[in-house]
């Protein structure tokens, strides 16, 4: 039996998603004891700019997966400033191919010269405690429940466009981190917390799900369903 807390599945958001919306903060954001991997031995092959590999990390067996969120921070010649953010496209081994957020693979400046790179530093901290909790309220407030039997229009399943969920999901989990990061007076966490209260009240009032591969196998359901009467 597993010592793991239950969790919810599926869920409506990703760490890609989150650093859309993060960031450079994302890295401020992502707490170094949910770190995937990390390591300073980082290479990019000649001729493979996509793909980061490693001799002292096994990606795969770490858990490392796709729309996990990679920061590359040196050699300072190719990343510079706060370094660069890349999402994980696909794991295997040792081995993690890259590109950008939001982008198909092999879209945009790739991050290494097609002549290799070495010494590339690599953390991959992720948010998915955060996202799946973040996810589970959200069933809970739309009556959402993925044990139900298939044809009862209540699973994730059979929502015909997740992606009315995936705005909410992301800014519960930033209004919680930024929340729990704004500690002091300094810096700009404060005004953040009250935007993305705002963001995730916004989002979370235009909600509307509706069922089926059409979208029109029940009644549409958002928060505000219910009629009052007298």
Not at 38 to 60: E, N, R
Not at 207 to 225: K, M
Request: include cysteine.
């Amino acid at each position: 039996m597993s010592s793991v807390p239950s969790q919810t599945s599926p869920t409506y958001a990703s760490d890609e998603d989150i650093l859309v919306h993060a960031g450079g903060d994302f890295a401020s954001l992502t707490p170094s004891w949910q770190q995937m991997a990390a390591g300073s031995d980082g290479v990019f092959a000649p001729g493979s700019p996509w793909v980061l590999t490693s001799v002292s990390v096994g990606f795969q067996a770490n858990g490392v997966s796709p729309n996990q969120v990679v920061w590359l921070t040196a050699p300072k010649s190719q990343f510079p400033g706060g370094g660069v953010f890349l999402a994980v496209d696909s794991v295997s081994g040792n081995s993690v191919t890259l590109r950008r957020p939001y982008k198909p693979l092999n879209v945009g400046m790739p991050p290494a010269p097609a002549a290799g790179l070495t010494g590339v530093t690599f953390t991959i901290n992720t948010l998915d405690p955060q996202i799946e909790e973040a996810s589970y309220e959200l069933k809970q407030r739309f009556a959402i429940d993925d044990s139900t039997v298939a044809g009862l229009f209540r699973s994730s399943s059979w929502i015909y466009d997740l992606q009315v969920l995936r705005v909410a999901t992301v800014y519960s989990v930033l209004l919680e981190r930024y929340t729990q990061e704004s500690r002091t007076a300094s810096g700009d966490f404060d005004r953040k917390v009250t935007r993305c209260r705002q963001r995730y009240d916004d989002a979370v009032s235009r909600i509307q799900l509706r069922w089926g591969a059409y979208g029109n196998s029940a009644e549409p359901t958002a928060i505000f369903s219910t009629r009052l009467s007298r």
